[in-house]
């Protein structure tokens, strides 16, 4: 397990509890949230649009921040939607998604969570990825987005259906946090 005590103190900037929910689980802590809704570029590469929001973030809250950028990139179309995800959910939802990638063939996808703390002085980045496919129907109670179509490699559970603490250690978000408990 990570030490994540060694993590200098921040604000994660995020409109998202269940987003905030999973990162106090992970750390073992509460963290402090700022909702800025903060203007998120179109672009289909992970680092340039939280390497902006970051620069956002630490511009209007003048404090060390940590913003997060999540992606799920489908084999069936070449890594997209990846960062631009979000939008898809809202328009199709979850089994749309996954609905859309095993028709093209290929239910492959890889989840992934980008972090990046910003001091004004030092910025640090980190990333967390897990490989799996996507499943239909949507199975489990538990997560929230694509949990319940992601079914990560080696298990035969979705996200949705495996233990909170099983889903944080196996998890995108969880192994992006255990990467940057190690920069520190």
Request: aromatic share 8%; hydrophobic share 40%.
């Amino acid at each position: 397990m990570p030490d994540f005590s060694r993590l200098p103190d921040f604000v994660l900037v995020t409109g998202n509890d269940n987003k905030r929910r999973e990162t106090e689980r992970i750390l073992g802590r509460s963290v402090a949230i700022e909702p800025l809704d903060l203007p998120e570029i179109q672009s289909g590469e992970v680092e340039e649009v939280l390497r902006e929001k970051g620069r956002e973030a630490y511009r209007r809250l003048q404090r060390p921040v940590v913003v997060e950028e999540t992606a799920l990139a489908l084999s069936s179309m070449n890594g997209f939607p990846g960062p631009l995800v979000k939008w898809m959910l809202d328009a199709i939802q979850a089994e749309g998604i996954a609905r859309a990638a095993i028709a093209l063939g290929d239910p492959r996808a890889t989840a992934l969570c980008a972090l990046l703390y910003v001091d004004g002085e030092t910025s640090v980045m980190a990333v967390g990825e897990t490989r799996g496919d996507l499943t239909l129907p949507p199975r489990g109670e538990h997560g929230f987005g694509w949990d319940p179509v992601f079914q990560p490699e080696g298990s035969e559970l979705s996200y949705a259906q495996l233990g909170l603490s099983v889903k944080d250690e196996l998890g995108h978000r969880g192994r992006a946090w255990a990467a940057f408990a190690k920069k520190f």
